[in-house]
């Protein structure tokens, strides 16, 4: 039923010859014809689920890389990098060892890395520090940018803000503690430090 001859091409070049199994004797031929029936019924549904699963990974290439590129400006992504799905939510992570974080869905979470980037529909809420963020969505918590920080028309940022340099989109929203971190250093190194009268 399952053992069809051309089911499947024929590598072309030296063929091995078929590895059969040792069976006990006292299955007869009924016990034989069950397990490869089993056998071939295992083989056809791994075989399924790895074209399903390239069909998927496939159809996540098309939808990220394509209409993505156009809007968005170029960043450096080379490494290692995680993708959070639009209908994924992720609580309580330690996000480390990712180059590159792509928030499609809802993400609650610390993490230090290089590149954040929180899509139109994505949320972001947390402990953040970066090199680079790109915010089109929804970010709320503690975020530090050290080289760059854009907000596009679509993005709300809110929280405690630290950033080398900000792009803020007509339209774009920031709201809570917002400061250089230049500025920030430079008020520190501005501060008059008390004296204390030394004791003799």
Same mark, same amino acid.
Do not use: W
């Given at each position: 039923?399952?053992?069809?001859?051309?089911?499947?091409?024929?590598?072309?070049?030296?063929?091995?010859?078929?590895?059969?199994?040792?069976?006990?004797?006292?299955?007869?031929?009924?016990?034989?014809?069950?397990?490869?029936?089993?056998?071939?019924?295992?083989?056809?549904? *791994?075989?399924?689920?790895?074209?399903?699963?390239?069909?998927?990974?496939?159809?996540?290439?098309?939808?990220?890389?394509?209409?993505?590129?156009?809007?968005?400006?170029?960043?450096?992504?080379?490494?290692?990098?995680?993708?959070?799905?639009?209908?994924?939510?992720?609580?309580?992570?330690?996000?480390?060892?990712?180059?590159?974080?792509?928030?499609?869905?809802?993400?609650?979470?610390?993490?230090?890395?290089?590149?954040?980037?929180?899509?139109?529909?994505?949320?972001?809420?947390?402990?953040?520090?970066?090199?680079?963020?790109?915010?089109?969505?929804?970010?709320?918590?503690?975020?530090?940018?050290?080289?760059?920080?854009?907000?596009?028309?679509?993005?709300?940022? *809110?929280?405690?803000?630290?950033?080398?340099?900000?792009?803020?989109?007509?339209?774009?929203?920031?709201?809570?503690?917002?400061?250089?971190?230049?500025?920030?250093?430079?008020?520190?190194?501005?501060?008059?430090?008390?004296?204390?009268?030394?004791?003799?």
């Amino acid at each position: 039923m399952f053992n069809k001859q051309n089911l499947f091409a024929k590598p072309s070049g030296p063929t091995t010859p078929e590895r059969r199994p040792n069976y006990p004797n006292n299955l007869g031929s009924r016990g034989s014809s069950v397990l490869s029936a089993t056998t071939a019924t295992s083989t056809t549904n *791994s075989l399924s689920s790895e074209n399903q699963d390239a069909n998927e990974s496939s159809e996540k290439e098309t939808m990220t890389g394509t209409d993505n590129a156009n809007t968005t400006p170029e960043t450096e992504s080379s490494g290692s990098q995680l993708i959070v799905g639009p209908d994924v939510k992720l609580k309580g992570a330690e996000i480390l060892d990712c180059d590159t974080l792509v928030v499609e869905g809802r993400v609650e979470a610390t993490m230090d890395s290089r590149v954040i980037k929180i899509a139109e529909k994505g949320s972001f809420s947390g402990k953040v520090c970066i090199d680079v963020a790109e915010v089109h969505g929804d970010f709320d918590g503690e975020l530090t940018a050290r080289k760059q920080l854009v907000i596009h028309a679509t993005g709300k940022v *809110s929280g405690v803000i630290r950033y080398g340099k900000i792009l803020i989109e007509e339209g774009g929203i920031v709201s809570g503690d917002v400061q250089s971190m230049n500025a920030e250093e430079a008020a520190k190194s501005a501060r008059v430090q008390p004296l204390v009268a030394n004791k003799a």
